[in-house]
T-cell receptor, first 115, second 114 residues
Framework: DQQVKQNSPSLSVQEGRISILNCDYT??????FLWYKKYPAEGPTFLIS?????DKNEDGRFTVFLNKSAKHLSLHIVPSQPGDSAVYFC??????????????FGKGTKLSVKP | EPEVTQTPSHQVTQMGQEVILRCVPI?????FYWYRQILGQKVEFLVS????????KSEIFDDQFSVERPDGSNFTLKIRSTKLEDSAMYFC????????????FGPGTRLTVT
């Protein structure tokens, strides 16, 4: 049962262009979302998060958009750089369940940024 | 910058043996987690630990698994009798607590059960 879905296993983008990574979720109890980047042989690195009370959060080149009615979020990277090439994971938390914050991850999207 | 560390980076063990995976979370963090990622699959939650006790665990975390924070700095995951299907990357994570839900991950331990 995939509660967090990343339907694109891979994405290729030219350097300098925008990368858009998508994530859908099925559980309406999720109220906090995070994006992580992962290089091979390393642990996931936190990038950016968004609470369900917002529809946008921006941090430098990274912006996350949340559409609650569609249960969809996206991560925009602009401009994309070759160093952004990695696997990007979307994760969600249902804080209102009194959760201790355990993350439910999607399967990831492998981003390749070509020079 | 503070970081989560894990040892060993790679552990090879025979089926049925016990393994202990070690983690040192970020020092002022209050919540600790173990996740695993089987090759080609998604990262899965195993267990969370707060105030010296397990706060949540997944169905993966059965009686063969245990966690401990023996000395206020280390956080360990023990698998009592390893199975072939326990082969995976195991990630430790920690978070500060309060209104901060961002978790910071260690580099992982690759466990290979033969």
């Amino acid at each position: 049962d995939q509660q967090v879905k990343q339907n694109s296993p891979s994405l290729s983008v030219q350097e300098g262009r925008i990368s858009i990574l998508n994530c859908d979720y099925t559980n309406s109890m999720f109220d906090y979302f995070l994006w992580y980047k992962k290089y091979p042989a390393e642990g996931p690195t936190f990038l950016i998060s968004i609470s369900s009370i917002k529809d946008k959060n921006e941090d430098g080149r990274f912006t996350v958009f949340l559409n609650k009615s569609a249960k969809h979020l996206s991560l925009h990277i602009v401009p994309s750089q070759p160093g952004d090439s990695a696997v990007y994971f979307c994760a969600a938390i249902a804080r209102i369940w009194g959760s201790q914050g355990n993350l439910i991850f999607g399967k990831g999207t492998k981003l390749s940024v070509k020079p | 910058e503070p970081e989560v560390t894990q040892t060993p980076s790679h552990q090879v063990t025979q089926m049925g043996q016990e393994v202990i995976l070690r983690c040192v979370p970020i020092s002022n963090h209050l919540y600790f987690y173990w996740y695993r990622q089987i090759l080609g699959q998604k990262v899965e939650f195993l267990v969370s630990f707060y105030n010296n006790e397990i706060s949540e665990k997944s169905e993966i975390f059965d009686d063969q698994f245990s966690v401990e924070r023996p000395d206020g700095s280390n956080f360990t995951l023990k698998i009592r009798s390893t199975k072939l299907e326990d082969s995976a990357m195991y990630f430790c994570a920690s978070r500060a607590g309060g209104s901060s839900y961002e978790q910071y991950f260690g580099p992982g331990t690759r466990l290979t059960v033969t």
